[in-house]
């Protein structure tokens, strides 16, 4: 299947192979990743809601203590303290509530937001109280109190001799005092004892009647100052008791809000591990598939391309090798190996004709020199036969100028006896000595140049299996000497018709 796609485009698909599994791989890890990133952000939120709810606890220790401290020191300080940290408390409670944290008790929240607006009020009836009773030792009921008991003091240290009533005085307000620090009611039997016998001894006193009856209406503002303070000391006990029964009640809800979020932190703690593992393992196994197919392809690519290149290699170094049989693969691909390997059977095919012409063309050039060798042997045969015609001619023709000389010799002598005859027919004979000496040095050179051109043309004959056209020129140059050598035989023949005609 891989052959009807070119490498080009498996080239591509590997590299979208690649790209998705990277997309994959990625896809996975951003999935483990953003469950990861759920599960710490559900841990944060626990954290932060068990943060928040620990610091809501602290605020409320805060308002107890604070609350404490104004009770027992009547510090204003400390009342502002309680409203400021209430506030704060009320606003991390609201925070809390906004986020909306899954696994926490709303209705806890909201009793805990109610409990603080109980101890807010609780608080406020707390100071209230206080303020009535007095937050220092001359403001409140407590002034009032100390003011009517300063006034009996006052009027008693006029009378130096009213021991009794400054005894029963004393008395009154140590047990004023002692009910004061310990809020211990059974003392006020003791203050009510003690005022009896004040009012008693007043009559027996002897003081007069006028100071008597001031002392006995002081006494009894006293008393009465001292009812009201301890109704009030009792009204604000009771509200002391109620912002801490209110404080209690809300303990066990921070402590219920504190365990859901340790829960929560410990079941997000869990989860965040679980999914940790659970990632890891998806990653592992998936990226291991991935893997392992992109492997698997890139193997098979791999394989599809080297494979058939290693074969048409193959094939290519045999036919480098002369090896014309060699048979070429992969022709039917429609890749570009496909197309390589139709390229080298085309070369295999341009190959066997080359070598099918050149053996033709061996055929060809062995059957030329065959045919240049018989035509030769027959010109050197012609010529052979030619040159010895021509030199039996030239032999012929020299023994007929040698007797032509004897002659001519003998008419030389038959000459100088009739020199004196006549200068005319000297004259010709001068001329026919020239023109045989001339026709003597022409037949030397003719035949120099014959004994040159068989040179030559044995030279040619020699050559004319390599060179078909060297031999074409010698044998011009043959036909040449020959049509010259034919020439010189007209021009002995000439001669010796003119030899004829002498007298």
């Known amino acids: 299947m891989l052959s009807n796609i070119s490498i080009g485009t498996r080239i591509a698909l590997l590299v979208a192979a690649s790209v998705v599994t990277l997309g994959l791989l990625g896809g996975t890890v951003t999935v483990g990743a953003q469950r990861m990133f759920e599960a710490t ?26 609350a404490l401290r104004f009770v027992a020191d ?61 937050l220092s030792d001359d403001s409140g009921l407590r002034g009032v109190l100390r003011a009517s008991a300063r006034a009996i003091e006052d009027e008693l240290k006029q009378w130096p001799n009213a021991d009794k009533l400054t005894g029963r005085m004393e008395s009154m307000r140590k047990m004023e005092k002692d009910f004061i620090i310990y809020s211990d009611e059974s003392l006020l039997s003791g203050h009510r004892k003690a005022f009896n016998e004040f009012t008693f001894f007043l009559a027996d006193s002897g003081l007069d ?24 000391t009792k009204a604000f006990r009771a509200e002391v008791q109620t912002f801490n029964d ?41 990226g291991s598939v991935l893997l392992v197919g992109f492997a698997i392809i890139s193997l098979l690519v791999a394989r599809s391309i ?24 992969e022709t039917g691909r429609r890749d570009e190996i496909g197309a390589m390997a139709r390229a080298v059977s085309v070369f295999k095919e341009n190959l066997q004709r080359t070598h099918e012409l050149e053996q033709e063309s061996r055929r060809a050039e062995r059957r030329a ?33 040698r007797n032509g000389a004897h002659i001519l010799r003998d008419t030389a002598e038959k ?41 030559t043309s044995s030279t040619a004959i020699r050559r004319a299996v390599d060179h078909a056209r060297q031999s074409d020129s010698a044998v011009a140059a043959l036909a040449d000497s020959s049509q010259r050598i034919g020439e010189i035989v007209r021009l002995i023949n000439d001669i010796a018709g003119q030899r004829t005609c002498w007298p």
């Open 306 to 329: 080297t494979r058939p290149l290693r074969l048409i290699e193959g094939v290519m170094e045999r036919l480098a090798g002369g090896d014309r049989t060699a048979t070429v693969p």
């Open 369 to 401: 020199e065959e045919e240049r060798e018989t035509a030769l042997r027959a010109i050197a045969h012609d010529f052979d036969s030619a040159f010895g015609r021509v030199l039996h001619t030239v032999s012929h023709a020299a023994d007929q100028i």
């Open 74 to 134: 009547r510090d204003e300080t400390a009342a502002e303290a309680f409203a400021k940290n209430a506030e704060e408390a009320s606003r991390l409670l609201e925070n809390l509530k906004e986020r909306g944290v899954e696994r926490l008790p709303q209705e806890e929240l909201d009793h805990l937001s109610q409990g603080i607006g109980t101890l807010k009020e609780r608080f406020s009836s707390v100071v209230a109280r206080a303020k009535e009773l007095g």
């Open 41 to 66: 952000a559900e841990l944060d939120q626990f954290r932060d809601a068990y943060e928040h709810t620990a610091a809501i606890e602290r605020r409320a220790s805060r308002l107890r203590f604070q």
């Open 415 to 455: 000459m100088k006896e009739q020199a004196l005859d006549t200068s005319e027919k000297a004259e010709q004979t001068s001329e026919v000595v020239g023109i045989v000496n001339n026709v003597s040095r022409t037949l030397s050179a003719s035949i120099g140049e014959i004994g040159g051109r068989v040179t």
């Open 209 to 232: 009647t006028a100071t008597q009856t001031r002392l006995e209406k002081q006494a009894r503002t006293y008393r009465t100052d001292l009812g009201r303070f301890v109704d009030a």
């Open 246 to 286: 209110a404080f209690q009640a809300m303990v066990p809800r921070f402590e219920a809000l504190l365990e859901s979020a340790n829960a929560g932190m410990a079941g997000a703690v869990e989860t965040q591990n679980r999914v940790r593992g659970e990632v890891i393992a998806n990653v592992f196994q998936v």
